[in-house]
């Protein structure tokens, strides 16, 4: 079946514009996770969602970034007035029953952001 | 809070040879679970294996196993007769079974099989 995608692959943006991020999850995932990726680094967490429900997001940087998964299933991260330090992977991964002890999340293809 | 910690930045292999990467972790939790992720050159995030902290036995996956040590904190990724496909960065990864479900992973280790 269809795996994790995410949209745009690629986003080039100046500073100061808003940019959206897509997910969309394995079909049936109840929670979906976001994730930033510097070069060179380990992914770290943003914030998670069960079904629509933000359940977690003290990963969030501060109040520029914010996420949205409005009917359960593709969920959406916004990053309004974009700075350099902005720049990054950012990864989306979705698991099957709601993240509890040995579920395996699995990630998508990521949204490379760069900001000029 | 966890920390993982993958202490070679870099590996280099020859072809058909076995490679250990390296993975120690800190917890106070009781109960975690441990993953690994291969990240090649196109981006993806793909895992890998997964070990319980209750599981009494290694975990394997085909070429992959997991030398779990509980005491000394440690989860070691085993990659037996390695491939010029393996040639990848590799995540060690954890998340306690109670509360917060992120997974917490380390800096990674960038394997290189040479033919």
């Known amino acids: 079946g269809a795996g994790v995608s995410q949209s745009p692959r690629y986003k080039v943006t100046k500073r100061g514009q808003d940019v959206a991020l897509r997910c969309d999850p394995i079909?049936?995932?109840?929670?979906l996770y976001w994730y930033r990726q510097a070069l060179g680094q380990g992914p770290e967490f943003l914030t998670y969602f069960n079904y629509e429900a933000q359940q977690d997001k003290s990963g969030l940087p501060n109040d520029r970034f914010s996420a949205e998964r409005p009917e359960g299933s593709i969920s959406t991260l916004t990053i309004q007035r974009t700075e350099q330090r902005d720049s990054a992977m950012y990864r989306c991964?979705?698991?099957?029953?709601?993240?509890?002890?040995?579920?395996?999340?699995?990630f998508g293809p990521g949204t490379r952001l760069l900001v000029l | 809070a966890q920390k993982i910690t993958q202490t070679q930045p870099g590996m280099f292999v020859q072809e058909k040879e076995a490679v250990t990467l390296d993975c120690t972790y800190d917890t106070s939790d009781q109960s975690y679970g441990l993953f690994w992720y291969k990240q090649p050159s196109s981006g993806e995030m793909i895992f890998l294996i997964y070990?319980?902290?209750?599981?009494?036995q290694n975990a394997t996956e085909g070429r992959y196993s997991l030398n779990f040590q509980k005491a000394r904190k440690s989860a070691n990724l085993v990659i037996s007769a390695s491939q010029l496909g393996d040639s990848a960065m590799y995540f060690c990864a954890m998340r306690p079974f109670q509360g917060a479900q992120k997974l917490v992973f380390g800096q990674g280790t960038r394997l290189t099989i040479n033919p």
């Open positions: 079909s049936g995932h109840v929670s």
């Open positions: 991964a979705s698991s099957p029953e709601g993240g509890a002890g040995e579920e395996t999340q699995y």
């Open positions: 070990q319980g902290s209750y599981d009494e």
